[in-house]
């Protein structure tokens, strides 16, 4: 998979498509929200791992969510 790069505010936006597709609990929704939320390189990075780890179908489903 490519190097994926996201703005707070696009984290903001995927953190919205995961709550609908996976839950508003899940860590990988809490973890976009965080990052979004606060900016910082830890936060950020262990919201990309999180999202990365998710099943191909959700992730391609938020991504999808993001660009309609």
Same mark, same amino acid.
């Given at each position: 998979?490519?190097?994926?790069?996201?703005? +707070?505010?696009?984290?903001? +936006?995927?953190?919205?498509?995961?709550?609908?597709?996976?839950?508003?609990?899940?860590?990988?929704?809490?973890?976009?929200?965080?990052?979004?939320?606060?900016?910082?390189? +830890?936060?950020?990075?262990?919201?990309?791992?999180?999202?990365?780890?998710?099943?191909?179908?959700? +992730?391609?489903?938020?991504?999808?969510?993001?660009?309609?």
């Amino acid at each position: 998979m490519e190097e994926l790069k996201f703005d +707070r505010d696009a984290m903001g +936006r995927l953190a919205k498509a995961l709550a609908f597709i996976c839950g508003p609990d899940n860590p990988t929704t809490v973890a976009l929200q965080a990052a979004s939320a606060s900016g910082s390189e +830890r936060d950020i990075t262990k919201a990309r791992k999180l999202f990365l780890s998710l099943k191909p179908g959700d +992730r391609q489903a938020a991504l999808t969510m993001l660009a309609d």
